[in-house]
């Protein structure tokens, strides 16, 4: 499946302005297509290995899901070689989303290790990409799979995935997380009714979710009514966009409106 080599390091966070400076052309891919973009993940086992560890099989899911949405938004058609944008190359990004997709729910995780570290205080979405700041540091720079300002990247794109800014510029790997995490959660009409089939094909998303179920994702809408009740100062808490219903265990394929 080709792609170009570069992609726009910064988009809009806006999703209608980024669509108007894009040219996404929704093709029905095989999630076979989609893995054979991600050879170089296997350098990051140690990643997979966390994740598997702390998370849930939901949450494992979920975020196999949103990696799998996200490339195939990548592939439709997503910003590239815009003047005067500088751009990141196409390994890179699909690295870091990789790591990004993989470890952005630590903060919701139940396991020990993440309810007992100390930045489980904090909204789940700066507490998890603490978590995985220190994870991907500890693991990734001695090595130099991976530098400080990549680093920098997947921990923004985290702590700031459940943010829907309508002004300024996002980067594309939070863009992407963003837009696969919406769509996993609230469906085809997150930004309007079926608004997301302009970025990703239906049958592609009917495929990753039969690969990776989602069981009962009615969990995560009753763990987010706790986080609010808990932590009334969290970050989705400041934005409207969140009081819409989610999915639950619905199939993304078949949503329409919220």
Same mark, same amino acid.
């Given at each position: 499946? *080709?792609?170009?080599?570069?992609?726009?390091?910064?988009?809009?966070?806006?999703?209608?302005?980024?669509?108007?400076?894009?040219?996404?052309?929704? +093709?029905?891919?095989?999630?076979?297509?989609?893995?054979?973009?991600? %050879?170089?993940?296997?350098?990051?086992?140690?990643? #997979?290995?966390?994740?598997?560890?702390?998370? %849930?099989?939901?949450?494992?899911?979920?975020?196999?899901?949103?990696?799998?949405?996200?490339? +195939?938004?990548?592939? /439709?058609?997503?910003?590239?070689?815009?003047?005067?944008?500088?751009?990141?190359?196409?390994?890179?990004?699909?690295?870091?989303?990789?790591?990004?997709?993989?470890?952005?729910?630590?903060?919701?995780?139940?396991?020990?290790?993440?309810?007992?570290? *100390?930045?489980?205080?904090?909204?789940?979405?700066?507490?998890?990409?603490?978590?995985?700041?220190? !994870? #991907?540091?500890?693991?990734?720079?001695?090595?130099?799979?991976? /530098?400080?300002?990549?680093?920098?990247?997947?921990?923004?794109?985290?702590? #700031?995935?459940?943010? *829907?800014?309508? !002004?300024?510029?996002?980067?594309?790997?939070?863009?992407?997380?963003? #837009?696969? +995490?919406?769509?996993?959660?609230?469906?085809?009409?997150?930004?309007?009714?079926?608004?997301?089939?302009?970025?990703?094909?239906?049958?592609?998303?009917?495929?990753?979710?039969?690969?990776? *179920?989602?069981?009962?994702?009615?969990?995560?809408?009753?763990?987010?009514?706790?986080?609010?009740?808990?932590?009334?100062?969290?970050?989705?808490? !400041?934005?409207?966009?969140?009081?819409?219903?989610?999915?639950?265990?619905?199939?993304?394929?078949?949503?329409?409106?919220?």
């Amino acid at each position: 499946m *080709p792609l170009p080599e570069k992609f726009d390091a910064f988009v809009p966070s806006n999703f209608v302005e980024l669509l108007a400076q894009s040219n996404f052309q929704p +093709a029905p891919l095989k999630l076979a297509e989609l893995r054979e973009l991600d %050879s170089s993940i296997v350098t990051f086992g140690s990643s #997979l290995k966390l994740a598997e560890k702390l998370y %849930s099989q939901l949450l494992f899911n979920h975020c196999q899901r949103c990696y799998y949405f996200a490339l +195939a938004i990548l592939s /439709n058609g997503f910003p590239s070689n815009s003047p005067s944008v500088p751009q990141i190359p196409r390994e890179t990004v699909v690295k870091e989303l990789y790591l990004t997709c993989l470890l952005h729910d630590f903060g919701l995780s139940t396991h020990i290790d993440t309810t007992t570290h *100390p930045a489980h205080d904090m909204t789940f979405e700066f507490h998890g990409g603490i978590m995985a700041y220190e !994870h #991907l540091r500890a693991e990734y720079i001695s090595t130099h799979q991976l /530098n400080d300002i990549q680093i920098a990247d997947i921990t923004q794109s985290i702590m #700031l995935h459940t943010a *829907p800014f309508e !002004h300024g510029k996002s980067s594309a790997l939070g863009m992407l997380m963003q #837009l696969s +995490a919406f769509l996993d959660v609230f469906g085809y009409g997150v930004f309007g009714p079926d608004s997301m089939e302009k970025l990703i094909h239906r049958d592609t998303v009917r495929e990753i979710e039969q690969a990776f *179920p989602r069981g009962d994702m009615a969990q995560l809408d009753r763990q987010s009514q706790i986080m609010f009740e808990e932590k009334p100062n969290c970050l989705t808490s !400041h934005f409207l966009f969140h009081k819409r219903p989610l999915l639950g265990s619905y199939p993304v394929a078949d949503s329409h409106r919220v």
